[in-house]
């Protein structure tokens, strides 16, 4: 079975930082680009970076480029999201998703308030 869990999410003041974690399981993450998605109170998805297999190729939405960085470890399975100089709208819930093959995890919800 195929799982996506993305945990470090939670409240941060504005200018604050966090990182994010996805732990993959049930396929061979190795293989596989792997992205993160928002989606922010009362609005559709929003793509903010890719990652491809071996950790080059990286993407970033105009919104969050200079500040967000993706990375990944194939030795843990995991994908991470480093996030820098949070601002109020980047509230969201945060989803790491392999959109080759559909799966995406349950999500993590970010909040930036002071």
């Known amino acids: 079975e195929v799982q996506l869990v993305e945990s470090g999410g939670g409240l941060v003041q504005p200018g604050g930082s966090l990182r994010l974690s996805c732990a993959a399981s049930g396929f061979t993450f190795s293989r596989y680009e792997m992205n993160w998605v928002r989606q922010a109170p009362g609005k559709g998805l929003e793509w903010l970076s890719v990652i491809d297999y071996g950790g080059g190729g990286l993407n970033y939405a105009d919104s969050v480029k200079g500040r967000f960085t993706i990375s990944r470890d194939n030795a843990k399975n995991t994908l991470y999201l480093q996030m820098n100089s949070l601002k109020p709208e980047d509230t969201a819930v945060y989803y790491c998703?392999?959109?080759?093959?559909?799966?995406w995890g349950q999500g993590t919800q970010v909040t930036v308030s002071s």
């Open positions: 998703a392999r959109f080759s093959a559909g799966d």
